[in-house]
């Protein structure tokens, strides 16, 4: 069975940092766009950065420069490292695999930035 999985998340101060995880199984993400999203409560979900296959990274504006996206294809996991958080971060964080025909989204994880 295909399984996505995101850990790493829970409750730090505004300023401090979170290292989420996306653990792939049943397929292997080699060549997959990896990507993570977040959504806030009454907020729609929204993509927060990027990695393809070849390992280019795209962010969206809120997270630029604090967030970086990281893979290691040997290991089908995608990381989400997360700097300088804001109470604006405040969310759950998905992971979501992607190519033609083939599309898989994690549970997601709780992420709470209190200022």
């Known amino acids: 069975q295909v399984h996505l999985v995101e850990s790493g998340g829970g409750s730090v101060q505004a300023g401090g940092s979170l290292r989420l995880s996306c653990a792939a199984s049943?397929?292997?993400?080699?060549?997959?766009?990896m990507s993570w999203h977040r959504q806030a409560p009454g907020k729609q979900r929204e993509l927060v950065g990027t990695?393809?296959?070849?390992?280019?990274?795209n962010y969206g504006d809120s997270v630029k420069g604090r967030f970086t996206i990281s893979r290691d294809n040997a290991k089908n996991t995608v990381w989400l490292q997360m700097n300088s958080l804001k109470p604006d971060d405040t969310a759950v964080y998905y992971c979501?695999?992607?190519?033609?025909?083939?599309?898989?989204w994690g549970p997601g994880t709780q992420v709470t930035v209190s200022s």
């Open positions: 979501h695999a992607v190519k033609r025909y083939s599309d898989y």
């Open positions: 049943g397929f292997t993400i080699t060549t997959y766009a």
């Open positions: 990695i393809t296959a070849y390992g280019n990274t």
